[in-house]
């Protein structure tokens, strides 16, 4: 689970209310919003000059992040496999011999497998607080997952059997969070790695690179087809949370505080079938509300005529034997399966929510 963000400061009273608005069927969200519509933002790519790649995305409420991608040429340790190190063997033995031209039809058909999850590393810098803090780990863990998840990423770093790419995904948060930053760093790192571009390579096979110091010959990170469709793109992560039946997208700080469960779901288009998403991981937040005070019945308070508990242990016995609308009560418990399968059905399905994102996100980068 992940980390459980700064408290919002409201009463239980205000907690209930707000608990109550987005219990009704529509919901009724506190800034207006439809339950699948994201807030307003300000986005824009390729703005840092000496980046391979780079974003900033400022949301409405005032919360920016930037995100610069930089790659460095590695050497890489060899790790033969179990054929290539058995073919050694027979070779020297003296029972085959060498047949140059099919080996470099298959070292040049194709990279697939040949990554590595380590040739990708991210770092995340918040605004009051330090690196090894829960919350910088969560969302940096979160992040690279989605990433490495299809393996076609780090399959694009490789060069050759001697060396490869390093990329270096860099995520600066410029104000303190005003939410759960995870929507909006997950976006700008989608925009950033986007526009992300390498130098051409002219030298060929296991030769040392040498790279066209042409930056119009550079080659995206992610190529676009002749169509730019949208089959070949970062992964993204949605922020998704839970009040009673009703599934909003995208919860502000406010909406944050009264959710019954809050799930993270990173998603990507399909490499197959136009239009598809496919799901790469899934996990759920603790929830905030959990930690809040419970409110207090007018059976219960002395002020109103009520009887006051004489211990906490009788409180909790007594509110666990009420029930009463418009009294706040902190959140227990899980998320039932059906609720998780609805929320997944309307990220995934096609027309759904998270194909409409990143066909968004597309018109960014073609606009920048």
């Known amino acids: 689970m992940a980390p459980v963000q700064s408290q919002v ?10 608990h109550s608005s987005l219990s009704l069927n529509p919901p009724i969200r506190p800034d207006g919003r439809s339950p699948t519509q994201f807030r307003p933002l300000i986005a824009e790519s390729d703005i840092l000059p000496g980046a391979n790649g780079s974003a900033r995305v400022c949301f409405a409420d005032g919360t920016e992040a930037i995100v610069g991608v930089k790659v460095e040429v590695e050497k890489s340790q060899w790790q033969p496999t179990a054929g290539e190190h058995a073919s050694r063997l027979s070779i020297a033995a003296g ?38 803090d829960s919350l910088p780990i969560f969302l940096s863990s979160m992040l690279t997952e989605a990433l490495l998840a299809s393996g076609e990423l780090k399959d694009r770093l490789y060069i050759n059997q001697r060396f490869h790419w390093k990329l270096f995904i860099d995520i600066l948060l410029l104000s303190p969070p005003l939410s759960y930053p995870l929507p909006l760093l997950s976006l700008t790192t989608h925009l950033a790695l986007l526009s992300a571009r390498l130098p051409a390579l002219k030298s060929e096979q296991d030769e040392d690179p040498l790279f066209d110091d042409d930056w119009d010959a550079s080659i995206p990170l992610y190529p676009r087809s002749k169509s730019k469709s949208v089959t070949d793109i970062p992964p993204i992560t949605l922020l998704v949370m839970t009040v009673g039946s009703n599934i909003i997208f995208d919860p502000s700080k406010e909406e944050l ?54 211990s906490s242990t009788d409180a909790i016995a007594q509110r666990e034997a009420l029930s009463l609308a418009g009294v706040w009560t902190p959140p227990r418990g899980g998320i039932k399966r059906g609720l998780i399968g609805r929320v997944l059905k309307m990220v995934a399905e096609k027309g759904g929510v998270a194909e409409e994102v990143l066909q968004a996100l597309e018109k960014v980068e073609v606009d920048g």
Do not use: Q
């Not at 400061?9 to 707000?18: G, H, M, V």
């Not at 239009?275 to 905030?288: A, E, F, K, Q």
């Open 95 to 132: 029972d085959i011999a060498m047949n140059d031209e099919e080996d470099e039809s298959e070292d040049t058909s194709k990279n697939k497998g040949l990554g590595e999850n380590s040739w990708v590393e991210m770092s995340i810098e918040i605004p009051g607080f330090r690196d090894d």
């Open 257 to 310: 505080s009264v959710a019954e469960a809050v799930l993270a779901i990173s998603c990507a288009a399909s490499p197959t079938t136009s239009g598809s998403v496919r799901l790469l991981s899934i996990r759920t937040i603790d929830p905030p509300p959990r930690l809040t005070p419970p409110g207090i019945p007018n059976s219960m308070n002395s002020a109103t005529g009520g009887n006051a508990p004489v």
């Open 9 to 18: 400061l409201l009463s239980p009273a205000e907690l209930s209310y707000l």
